[in-house]
T-cell receptor, first 114, second 112 residues
Framework: GESVGLHLPTLSVQEGDNSIINCAYS??????FIWYKQESGKGPQFIID?????DKRQGQRVTVLLNKTVKHLSLQIAATQPGDSAVYFC?????????????FGKGTLLTVNP | NAGVTQTPKFHILKIGQSMTLQCTQD?????MYWYRQDPGMGLKLIYY???????DKGEVPNGYNVSRSTTEDFPLRLELAAPSQTSVYFC???????????FGEGSRLTVL
């Protein structure tokens, strides 16, 4: 079945450093991936997405990399700020019957130290 | 726009009781979802709807029911509450299915 997992449950960085959050997925048929940010006590918020026909996509201070060969996804945050402290989830969309649904990973807690 | 609104934010239920978590969205989105989030875990899909009158099961539907009589509302009903249903419940909506989901603030439910 589908599964989305995280390599590291927690990540602590210094303010101003770059952060890299990793995610592994097992469904090679997944064609769309999303990163969400969840601040304490709030619902998840969309950060950035990438389709399977791309290797890289950049947003404002964030970059998502997709390696389909090893089924690996990463989120890079440049110049990490205290406001970036949150849990980050990767999610994948399957194909066919799973086309309307996202499967979420367990999440990585990012802590930014001032 | 208020976005996705969930009520109540907090609730305590006794084992065996029933209740309904309300969810409404004002963005005219066709797709709506209910997820549950247990401590330190990701989100598990309970039920989803692709439009008014259409609902389908997600990964963990047992013990829950939904209805979608209007585009705006997608209530989640818990029948015969059990301690295993203690969780934070998130409702979400989307204009295009499994893409950018807009989440509510969550409803924290405790079953004692």
């Amino acid at each position: 079945g589908e599964s989305v997992g995280l390599h590291l449950p927690t990540l602590s960085v210094q303010e101003g450093d770059n952060s890299i959050i990793n995610c592994a997925y097992s469904n090679s048929a997944s064609d769309y991936f999303i990163w969400y940010k969840q601040e304490s006590g709030k619902g998840p918020q969309f950060i950035i997405d990438i389709r399977s026909n791309m290797d890289k996509r950049q947003g404002q201070r964030v970059t998502v990399l997709l390696n389909k060969t090893v089924k690996h996804l990463s989120l890079q945050i440049a110049a990490t700020q205290p406001g970036d402290s949150a849990v980050y989830f990767c999610a994948e969309k399957g194909s066919g019957g799973s086309n309307y649904k996202l499967t979420f990973g367990k999440g990585t807690l990012l802590t930014v130290n001032p | 726009n208020a976005g996705v609104t969930q009520t109540p934010k907090f609730h305590i239920l006794k084992i065996g009781q029933s209740m309904t978590l309300q969810c409404t969205q004002d963005m005219n989105h066709n797709y709506m979802y209910w997820y549950r989030q247990d401590p330190g875990m990701g989100l598990k899909l309970i039920y989803y709807s692709v439009g008014a009158g259409i609902t389908d099961k997600g990964e963990v539907p047992n013990g829950y029911n939904v209805s979608r009589s209007t585009t705006e509302d997608f209530p989640l009903r818990l029948e015969l509450a059990a301690p295993s249903q203690t969780s934070v419940y998130f409702c979400a909506s989307s204009p295009q299915g499994a893409g950018e989901l807009f989440f509510g603030e969550g409803s924290r439910l405790t079953v004692l």
